[in-house]
């Protein structure tokens, strides 16, 4: 098995804030319509604006992102902070279908930290690639800790992005 020590990566994660609360009166195929639109639209963000950033995974209405994995980038915090921020302009243009009222939109949680990590490949049957360490870890409390629409960054990504 191969892995990969990085000495220092920007890792995101985005979720849709109360998305397992109000997700669970819809029916399934307007939950799963509202997830692949959005994050469609998420992809093509990366496709087109920032290929440099790197998908790493999709849980439930989870996104996770890395930047300078694949491949260098020496602005990765500056890059991330930027597709942070474009995920929040696209969420503002997707209306929240458990309500009615046509003018509720979907609101982000994103945290990013920036650190060392560890990727490989894991696992025999669809093996996956996968990112491990602290700075996820961080990421990911950073993401579950921030408020409602709001972007949470640790000090770490401060100092790169200045």
């Not at 890395?66 to 890059?79: F, I």
């Not at 509720?104 to 930290?113: A, E, S, V």
Request: hydrophobic share 40%; proline share 3%.
């Amino acid at each position: 098995m191969e892995a990969e020590n990085h000495e220092c990566v920007s890792v995101l994660f985005a979720g849709i804030a109360g998305f397992n609360t109000w997700s669970q009166g819809l029916p399934a195929h307007k939950v799963m319509m509202l997830l692949n639109e959005f994050y469609s639209h998420v992809d093509d963000i990366l496709i087109q604006e920032m290929p440099l950033l790197y998908k790493v995974d999709m849980l439930g209405d989870t996104y996770m992102v890395a930047g300078n994995l694949v491949g260098t980038d020496m602005r990765h915090a500056a890059s991330m902070v930027k597709f942070a921020l474009r995920m929040q302009e696209e969420a503002s243009h997707v209306l929240r279908p458990d309500l009615d009222d046509g003018s509720t939109t979907l609101q982000l949680r994103i945290g990013i930290h920036c650190g060392p990590a560890v990727s490989g490949i894991v696992g025999k049957v669809r093996r996956r690639f996968t990112v491990l360490g602290d700075t996820v870890n961080l990421a990911s409390r950073c993401e579950t800790s921030a408020p409602s629409g709001c972007l949470q960054v640790t000090e770490q990504v401060s100092r790169l992005f200045k």
